[in-house]
């Protein structure tokens, strides 16, 4: 069965060489100096079909010798050496079938070189644009082709990366929610079935973020909530929550589990060394044309400014992944006893 292409590429030669034949039996009839005979008419239909034939051939010797796929500079003295074959070609087969019907050109009665010459010439004229046409076409067509795979590729390691991300994120925070569950079964056995509801929450919201590569801002935020809440269970008064939230902000995507990555962080490295405890306060605001997510704890850095540790350096690698190089995550050591985590999320001024 024949190809798709192939049937196209039939089309377009049959009716290129077709209204090559109308214009030249045109520009016969309105010339004052020849008349439309059926020596005229042959002999441009021997035209025709010999260009049809030597352009093929042309075309088979790219195709098979791969012409196209090549760089210009290298494709090009190819490209030239092929036309003036085709046209030595074409020529060639315009003679022999002329001879063969008995219909010549004008130049019947000169020598092979004279009769050839001027043959290779006038094909010179049909051959050139049509390699240029072919060419160019397929040319854009191998450049569609390209882009479409890296970015098909682009797509498929941005999503491996996503999916190894969070495959490493979510026990993290299970583990950590499991404790804090533990420590209340014996306690306080009411406080436990509500933590349990509270981490089915955590859990029904991570395996949904597994198909998803961002989340609104305010399911994000409720899953921290509920972290939170199991936390408090364990730091009781030695954890202090404030939320400072603009509620036009909430429906803004940010990576999933990005917010309660750097939540926990806040309280592993800095509440839980504490004595005392501290705050964990998150921000949410526009700034310009950012989300800007805030993360505040009481605590030090204790050197740690290079953000490692696979948490903090999934948050950049996540956010570089899906916004690009705008996005960006800082994090530092403000008023001597509080660790700032912020994060800048460019944003599209179109769905505001």
């Known amino acids: 069965m024949p190809k798709k292409g192939s049937k196209y590429y039939w089309w377009c030669q049959i009716g290129g060489w077709s209204f ?10 309105t010339s004052f100096e020849q008349r439309i005979t059926k020596e005229l008419i042959y002999n441009t239909l021997i ?4 260009g049809l034939i030597a352009t093929h051939v042309f075309r088979e010797v790219i195709r098979n010798r791969g012409w196209i796929q090549l760089p210009v500079e290298k494709a090009l003295p190819k490209f030239l050496l092929g036309i003036l074959l085709t046209c030595i070609g074409g020529s060639l087969v315009r003679m022999l079938l002329g001879d063969a019907l008995g219909i010549g050109s004008t130049l019947k009665n000169s020598s092979f070189t004279g009769r050839m010459v001027p043959m290779m010439a006038e094909y ?12 160019v076409y397929h040319y854009i067509d191998k450049y569609s082709k390209q882009q479409l795979d890296t970015l098909k590729l682009e797509a498929l390691v941005k999503e491996l990366e996503l999916k190894t991300i969070k495959a490493h994120i979510n026990p ?9 569950i533990r420590a209340l079964i014996d306690e306080n056995p009411v406080r436990a079935r509500t933590a349990v509801t509270e981490l089915s929450n955590i859990l029904r919201s991570s395996m949904q973020a597994e198909k ?17 809440a199991l936390e408090h269970i364990r730091f009781e008064d030695r954890l202090q929550v404030e939320y400072e939230i603009d509620e036009d902000t909430l429906d803004q995507p940010i990576p999933p589990m990005m917010l309660q990555t750097l939540v926990e962080n806040a309280i592993k490295h800095g509440i839980s060394r504490q004595v005392d405890g501290g705050k964990v306060k998150i921000i949410s605001d526009f700034k310009d044309n950012y989300h800007e997510l805030v ?8 050197g740690n400014r290079n953000k490692d540790g696979f948490g903090l350096a999934s948050t950049q690698n996540r956010l570089q992944i899906l ?23 460019p944003v599209d001024l179109t769905k505001l």
Do not use: C
């Open 47 to 50: 035209v025709a079909a010999s």
């Open 20 to 29: 090559l034949v109308l214009v030249l039996v045109l520009a016969a009839f």
């Open 172 to 180: 993290h925070f299970i583990f950590n929610a499991l404790n804090s």
């Open 295 to 302: 993360i505040l704890n009481t605590g030090r850095l204790n």
């Open 124 to 135: 010179g004229l049909m051959v050139i644009p049509w390699t240029l046409i072919y060419y």
């Open 323 to 345: 916004f690009g190089q705008k996005a960006n995550f800082d994090i530092r050591e403000v008023n001597g006893n509080t660790v700032e985590a912020r994060v800048m999320i």
């Open 212 to 228: 998803l590569e961002t989340v609104t801002f305010e399911k994000e935020l409720n899953i921290v909530k509920d972290y939170l």
